[in-house]
């Protein structure tokens, strides 16, 4: 992808797509549809394609994802590839489209084969797989022949680094949650791919739970029909490029004040740290002053960042300060009372860790949350959003946009769903799904910073949603820049994110003032 536009951004789920599809159905009929899916597809396998001389190795599964395997099988023959089509599929049942894009194929010489060949074609090398076994219509668990297909691929790309390419969506994963498609959670039956091409628009679950490890790179083809896309629209990726607010200007003739203040709040025996890593990353992301309040106040001085002041937490005010409450916070009756009195004052909240704990065990807490007409903005990760739900975390990961949508309409507050592809949503059901970020994130503190960070991004004026939007974005390129520096993902840590924060932030800034 080159530049991204909001087209590229703009999420679906399956059933409006389906709805596009029937409206459209009159104007481009679905044969047109499927032809278009396979040039497309082929055109794309051209450009991944190294070694020509090689097969390409196509698997068909039963519905129109495999007429679109069968329509790309023609289009690579016609441009004179040798195609091998596993066909798992049987013709005569296909839609009359499916059928029309298998005729033109076997009419171009591609060799098809059924699941039986499975074993000698697995001793080949390939150019390249395409996967079109399911798409949008996996509706069950996958056994028999087809987990065998999936399987086998699956090993035979890894072994021999052979490149995959999905249809529309890996075959196995739920387009809509991330999930796989399985009535065995200890079954993980699905289609690996390098990258997925998708169709008609994006896809939620392709971003979020277990959809950035089966689908790769996501390339959109809207096929001709133009889904309704606006800058109001409430399902979209989390990008920076299209963020339309900004961080207010620093004025030469500014000071410290300017830029606001932070109070943490948390820390108690044993846990001091995860709330200095937040103060940190509060300094670190430009708020003008950062104060620490701790329950277990062993410390009242940061020998590395003795810019941060603390603070006694029991009288603390709590007036015009941001307060992020929880990191560490532990769930003595100190931290429930000094919970209560944030929960019922007036300032604007970021809420984390035991902070959701306790109001998720406590109903004098949930009440305060639930009535608070101040701003606050919820950072929990999915076991934390489970107790405040009152459901299993299992539950939560199954939908994670069904969970955070249900968490923001509770609380009528900004809801951050941590985990690989996390979830923003607001109580007007706007939901973003994060972009950046990577498996480096998966360490002790790091959900300490994001809270950190969002503090000094209300601090610095910008209201809750764009905070969360903001912040999750920064703290997913902090660590992919961590990444590409080798500082990680393995062994990357938590207080190796602040100033690496700290550079995307100014770059942020810099590339907005740039661009207008
Ligand atoms: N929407 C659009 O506008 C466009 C859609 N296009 C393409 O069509 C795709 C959607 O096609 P689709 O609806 O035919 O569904 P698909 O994913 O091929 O699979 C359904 C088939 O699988 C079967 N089946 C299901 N589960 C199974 C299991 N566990 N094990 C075994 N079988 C199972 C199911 O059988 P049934 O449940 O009826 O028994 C049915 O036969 C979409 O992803 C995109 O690639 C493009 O052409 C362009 C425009
Ligand atoms: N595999 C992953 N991919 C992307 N981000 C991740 C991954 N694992 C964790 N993260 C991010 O790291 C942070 C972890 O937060 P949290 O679970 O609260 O950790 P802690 O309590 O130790 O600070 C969250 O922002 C989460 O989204
Ligand atoms: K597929």
């Given amino acids: 992808m080159n530049t991204i536009t909001l087209a590229d951004l703009h999420l679906l789920n399956i059933q409006t797509i389906r709805d596009l599809e029937a409206n459209t159905i009159n104007e ?47 289009e690579l023959a016609k441009d004179g590839y040798s195609v091998i089509v596993i066909l798992c599929a049987d013709p005569e049942k296909y839609s009359a489209d499916g059928k029309k894009a298998f005729d033109k194929a076997l009419s171009r010489k591609v060799i098809f084969k059924n699941s039986d060949a499975l074993d000698d074609l697995l001793k080949l090398d ?48 739920n387009a809509d949650t991330g999930t796989l498609v399985t009535d065995d959670a200890d079954k993980n039956v699905a289609v690996k791919a390098d990258a997925t091409i998708t169709f008609i628009a994006n896809k939620p679950g392709l971003h979020t739970a277990d959809g950035k490890d089966y689908a790769g790179e996501v390339i959109v083809n809207d096929l001709g029909i133009q889904s309704p896309v606006t800058e109001e629209s409430k399902l979209l990726l989390n990008h920076a490029s299209r963020f339309n607010f900004q961080l207010p200007e620093r004025k030469q003739n500014s000071h ?26 509060a300094l670190y992301s430009g708020a003008g002053k950062v104060n620490v309040s701790l329950l277990h106040p062993a410390i009242d001085y940061d020998t590395l960042h003795p810019e941060i002041m603390y603070k006694d937490a029991q009288h603390l005010q709590m007036k015009e300060e941001i307060v992020v409450i929880g990191p560490g916070m532990g769930h003595s009756d100190i931290a429930k009372t000094i919970l209560s009195k944030a929960l019922s004052s007036e300032i604007s909240l970021v809420i984390d860790a035991d902070a959701l704990n ?63 592809g996390t979830i923003i949503t607001d109580p007007e059901g706007r939901l973003r799904i994060n972009t950046t970020g990577n498996p480096g994130l998966a360490t002790g503190g790091s959900g300490d910073v994001l809270a950190g960070l969002c503090g000094a991004l209300l601090a610095q004026g910008l209201n809750s949603f764009e905070t969360a939007q903001l912040a999750v974005w920064l703290h997913g390129a902090a660590a992919d820049t961590l990444v590409e520096a080798g500082v990680g993902p393995i062994g990357m840590i938590a207080s190796e994110l602040p100033e690496a924060i700290r550079h995307c932030l100014n770059a942020f800034v810099d590339n907005q003032r740039l661009a207008n």
Avoid at 387 to 400: F, G, M, N, P
Wanted: proline residues 3%.
């Fill in 28 to 74: 481009i009929p679905h044969a047109n549809l499927i032809k278009k899916a396979g040039k497309a597809t082929a055109n794309l396998a051209k450009q991944l394609i190294k070694k020509k001389a090689l097969p390409a190795l196509i698997l068909a599964g039963p519905g129109n994802n495999g007429g679109d395997a069968c329509a790309t099988a023609a």
């Fill in 358 to 420: 306790l109001i998720a065990a406590n109903k004098e807490l949930n009440d305060l949350l639930m009535g608070r007409t101040a701003s606050s903005i919820l950072t929990p990760h999915p076991l934390e959003a489970a107790r405040l739900l009152h459901i299993s975390a299992k539950e939560v990961q199954q939908d994670r946009c069904k969970a955070a949508l249900l968490l923001a309409d509770k609380f009528k507050c900004v809801v951050v769903l941590k985990g690989s």
């Fill in 126 to 173: 390939f150019s390249i797989i395409i996967d079109g076994l399911f798409g949008i219509g996996l509706k069950r668990t996958i056994s028999g022949s087809y987990e065998k297909v999936i399987n086998g691929v699956n090993q035979l790309a890894h072994k021999k680094q052979i490149f995959i390419l999905s249809i529309d969506v890996p075959s196995g994963l």
């Fill in 256 to 281: 410290k004040g300017s830029y606001g203040e932070v109070i943490v709040i948390g820390g108690d025996k044993g846990m001091l740290g995860a709330s200095v890593l937040a103060a940190r990353t």
